[in-house]
């Protein structure tokens, strides 16, 4: 397929950034990859998603070591996690082109802020909310097991006043490849929507050592599951903004209908790595706090995980 305008490189090519970046590869799209441990194994056996949705997917893509050696990118997709933050600055500052944007395909809340002073004033920062089930079965090779899509906002960079077009090019790059995407007009607000998921299931399928299929089967759980999204929902209104109608009942109807999924908390845990509690619960929980609104559910079960981070981080 003839390459499409515009350069884009993928700064984590892990189970986000390597479905993403090969959706857009299989585009037409210009795409490099940056990876470290599965750096030989995609050189040269190239990258591969198996889909549910869109079958068997192989690619012999652009591999890269350091980002020293990638081309200068007018576009950068972030799939590392937020317990990284403090790494990607200088990979970023390598492989971006003057003007880039940078999209953080990440979760939680206040990533954007963390990675911003790090950054040149020259380069849009956006936030990137994945609704996706996807995970890494083995070096190169990842599983797409349902949904896929991607909502975009702009946080900051030397043209605000043209965040929401550029946010809706970002848009348009995703939908271009197949992936659903929206141009969200608040990152705060998007990023709040996506913790009304991530804070009950990537939480509990650690604290409790279960998939979604056997958390929505017991009663116990299923209801503790609605009422920490409805702390949730109470969080975001406290700091002003008001959730769409009904989309905690949505998101729970949506994974009842999903296969049966290990949140991407669970396999940090199981693999020893740190667990992204600062973003996923701590932020949002001091900036409730800030309004006047305490989350009781919420900071129990985030102190439930810290200490079992801890535990393991010191093992």
């Keep these: 397929m003839q390459s499409r305008t515009g350069r884009i490189g993928i ?23 940056l990876l470290r441990s599965e750096y030989a194994a995609v050189r040269e056996q190239g990258l591969r998603v198996d889909s549910a949705r869109h079958g068997q997917l192989h690619l012999q893509v652009n591999a890269y070591a350091s980002a020293a050696d990638m081309p200068a990118c007018d576009w950068l997709l972030v799939g590392a996690k937020a317990t990284s933050n403090a790494e990607l600055a200088p990979l970023i500052v390598q492989a971006a082109a003057p003007g880039a944007k940078v999209v953080l395909l990440q979760n939680g809340l206040g990533v954007e802020d963390q990675l911003r002073p790090a950054l040149p004033d020259d380069l849009h920062l956006l936030g990137g909310l994945c609704f996706i089930c996807v995970n890494r079965e083995a070096p190169g090779v990842i599983r797409h097991q349902a949904l896929g899509a991607v909502n975009l906002g702009y946080h900051s960079g030397p043209a605000e006043d043209a965040g929401q077009a550029i946010v809706e090019e970002g848009a348009a790059l995703f939908q271009a490849a197949g992936v659903d995407s929206q141009a969200m007009a608040d990152l705060d607000q998007a990023r709040w929507q996506k913790l009304v998921w991530n804070v009950p299931y990537n939480g509990l399928s650690v604290l409790l050592q279960a998939s979604t299929t056997p958390l929505m089967a017991d009663a116990d759980s299923r209801l503790l599951i609605q009422q920490l999204m409805a702390e949730v929902v109470e969080g975001a209104r406290a700091c002003g903004l008001v959730l769409p109608e009904g ?30 509690l600062q973003a996923i619960y701590a932020e949002p929980l001091a900036r409730a706090r800030a309004a006047g609104c305490t989350l009781t559910r919420m900071e129990m079960l985030y102190q439930a995980l810290a200490f079992l981070d801890r535990r393991t981080r010191q093992a």
């Design 247 to 276: 989309y905690a009942e949505h998101l729970f109807r949506v994974t009842e209908q999903m296969p049966d999924y290990w949140p991407s908390m669970y396999h940090d845990h199981a693999q020893q790595r740190p667990l992204e």
């Design 11 to 33: 700064i984590g090519s892990g189970a986000i950034g390597g479905f993403y970046g090969l959706m857009l590869a299989r585009a037409g799209f210009d795409v490099h990859f």
